[in-house]
């Protein structure tokens, strides 16, 4: 039996390494492109076919586990930006204004598939323009949803958040904890 992370993603591979958990990556292949506009049932629906992905190639003995966040905002869903202009014009938009960061967090071992949707709520101060094209051209939003990440640089631009730290980062922790004991995996 082994622990697989149904990811890539550095931001869960580093919390994953914290934990100290022997653990493999195989990330998903499953096309992340669906139409689902509520953010709570985007991330359950991702991170569950991210997980069944992955389960399909590893067979029944694993434990998978498998996330997906986005930022949600006046009804709409953000992923990783397409560009550094769509960067730009998000985080305009987010701007002084709190947004929503959604994880759907998957963890199946054999038939039993446990999947919770974690929500935090992050209130961003008002940015200058020049402070957003600066961050922009630093690189670090080009591959986060909502296109910044609460762990590095933006933290600058965050007053507060209400919820799960961890979560907005991607990976909310407590939650994994507690799916990975309800399956019997105790991390101590």
């Known amino acids: 039996m082994s622990i ?6 550095p931001r869960r591979i580093e919390l994953m390494e914290r934990l100290g958990i022997d653990y493999i990556v195989e990330p998903s292949d499953y096309d992340e492109h669906i139409d689902i506009k509520d953010p709570k049932d985007f991330v359950l629906k991702i991170s569950l076919e991210k997980a069944l992905d992955v389960r ?25 930006p397409e560009s550094p ?7 305009e938009r987010l701007s002084g204004r ?19 949707a974690v929500l935090t709520k992050v209130y961003f101060d008002n940015i200058e323009y020049g402070d957003i094209i600066g961050y922009v051209e630093t690189g670090e939003p080009l591959d986060k949803a909502g ?17 799960d730290y961890y979560n907005a980062v991607g990976f909310p922790l407590n939650t994994l904890y507690r799916l990975l004991k309800m399956l019997g995996v105790n991390l101590f």
């Open 4 to 9: 697989v992370l149904a990811s890539a993603s």
């Open 98 to 116: 709190m947004n929503e960061v959604w994880t759907g967090l998957c963890v199946i071992r054999g038939d039993k598939v446990l999947s919770e």
């Open 56 to 80: 399909r190639r590893r067979g029944k003995d694993d434990i998978i586990i498998a996330a997906d966040t986005v930022v949600a905002f006046e009804g709409e869903i953000f992923g990783k």
């Open 147 to 163: 296109s910044y990440g609460i762990q590095g640089k933006a933290s600058l631009f965050i007053k507060k958040i209400e919820g």
């Open 85 to 91: 202009e769509d960067a730009v014009k998000t985080l």
